[in-house]
């Protein structure tokens, strides 16, 4: 004879006890925990001790940030919010984030760092390409001058070409009415307006 363990009396009689999570019940007395519908040849969840059916277990957890379906399997946090591994994914190229270095823009949308640099680095006003790390780089160099940026390679005189670097000597920017030049080309320029 034994006692049931939701209720403490005793189990008597044919059919009247069921055995479930290593204790004995009532059949009347194993119900879901939260609905209270007897779970007696049901499927059923073992939480913390307690019997739940299915469709009270499936509301119980957590649902994904992005397709709303419970997560059922292995949960991925991030930013704050579960998701299946599968739906966390870049917002432009769609490619899963599982295990990959991610960021968020201003309104929390996920990207891929790659694609994140494409939307919203600066952009060279020569080439109009964004200004990001070459691949398998974390940063890069841009030039700001005239409140414009430039990448390194696009930032030359607006006359003859030359790379412009304030780092070699007579290289630097001599910029003119919103014009980047070289010394040589800002002079010739220089001349030919004080000649009219």
Do not use: W
Not at 137 to 151: C, G, K, N, P, W
């Amino acid at each position: 004879m034994s006692l049931c363990s939701k209720c403490g009396l005793k189990v008597v009689g044919e059919d009247s006890g069921c055995t479930a999570m290593d204790r004995v019940f009532h059949v009347a007395c194993f119900t879901c925990a939260t609905c209270q519908k007897k779970l007696r040849g049901q499927p059923f969840y073992a939480m913390e001790s307690k019997a739940f059916c299915e469709n009270c277990y499936v509301s119980s957890l957590e649902k994904c940030a992005t397709c709303s379906k419970p997560i059922t399997e292995r949960i991925l946090r991030a930013t704050g919010k579960p998701y299946h591994p599968a739906c966390f994914t870049c917002v432009v190229c769609g490619d899963s984030l599982d295990g990959v270095p991610f960021t968020v823009d201003a309104t929390n949308q996920i990207h891929c760092i790659k694609d994140f640099h494409k939307k919203f680095a600066p952009r060279c006003s020569v080439c109009l390409q964004p200004i990001m790390p070459e691949q398998g780089q974390e940063e890069t160099v841009r030039i700001v001058a005239l409140d414009r940026s430039f990448h390194v390679g696009c930032y030359r005189c607006e006359d003859c070409g030359l790379q412009l670097s304030s780092e070699v000597d007579g290289q630097g920017c001599y910029p003119l009415d919103d014009h980047v030049l070289c010394r040589e080309c800002n002079g010739k320029r220089v001349q030919s307006l004080t000649a009219m």
